[in-house]
């Protein structure tokens, strides 16, 4: 299994350029999400699905989008692009508890997306 | 205030050392507590996770819960210069699966 796997690993935008994260997983997992990790700040979530076809907002999602149209992908789209979007991105997923199984509510991530917005 | 506080370091310790990271947060319904492991340029790793109150031991890694006070922590003894790494403290409700983290510490072990 590779996992979780991102593209691009690295990508430098202007500002007011769009462009789409994408995100993929290989472990049927039902939930996934976006986070972006900036230096003093930790990781925050931009937006998350439950599965196909469910999307919910995180705690900073102004500037994103996302759709999940199968269990597998989850892109992250970036409308245009501001210099305060520079950031590494990270991609996650979970499986929920099954019957008689805890949810131990691992998140599997991604090695990131570094993104340089001039 | 962040729900979840996070002392960001750097921490310095000599190999072999006791190394003690903690967290504070805000949230009473929190119930599931993890720390993560994060390599530089690499993506979190799960290292430890504890449900609710007490300790949990794994090797050389021991994770502590104090609901009453809010606080968790994990501790690393003989502590390995392939220790070197962010670790990062999350935690969530119970039924939830979105976590929530703190900013991280920044360990390094130096031989």
């Known amino acids: 299994n590779a996992g979780v796997t991102q593209t691009p690993k690295f990508q430098v935008l202007k500002t007011g350029q769009s462009m789409t994260l994408q995100c993929a997983q290989d472990?049927?997992?039902?939930?996934m999400s976006w986070y972006r990790q900036d230096p003093g700040m930790g990781l925050r979530l931009i937006h998350y699905?439950?599965?196909?076809?469910?999307?919910d907002q995180g705690e900073v999602p102004n500037g994103y989008n996302v759709s999940r149209s199968t269990t597998e992908d989850f892109p992250l789209r970036l409308l245009s692009a501001a210099p305060s979007q520079t950031s590494v991105y990270f991609c996650?997923?979970?499986?929920?508890?099954?019957?008689?199984?805890?949810?131990?509510?691992?998140?599997?991530f991604g090695e990131g997306s570094r993104l340089t917005v001039l | 205030q962040k729900e979840v506080e996070q002392d960001p370091g750097p921490l310095s310790v000599p190999e072999g050392a006791i190394v003690s990271l903690n967290c504070t947060y805000s949230?009473?319904?929190?119930?599931?507590f993890m720390w993560y492991r994060q390599y530089s340029r690499k993506g979190p790793e799960l290292l430890m996770y504890?449900?609710?109150?007490g300790n949990k031991e794994d090797g050389r890694f021991t994770a502590q819960v104090d609901k009453s006070s809010k606080y968790i922590s994990l501790f690393i003894r003989d502590s390995q210069p392939s220790d070197s790494a962010t670790y990062l403290c999350?935690?969530?409700?119970?039924?939830?699966?979105?976590?929530?983290f703190g900013t991280g510490t920044r360990l390094t072990v130096i031989p």
């Open positions: 949230n009473s319904a929190f119930q599931y």
């Open positions: 504890t449900y609710s109150s």
């Open positions: 472990m049927n997992h039902e939930y």
């Open positions: 996650a997923s979970s499986s929920p508890g099954r019957r008689g199984r805890a949810n131990t509510g691992e998140l599997f």
């Open positions: 999350a935690m969530r409700q119970t039924g939830a699966n979105n976590l929530f």
């Open positions: 699905s439950v599965g196909a076809g469910i999307t």
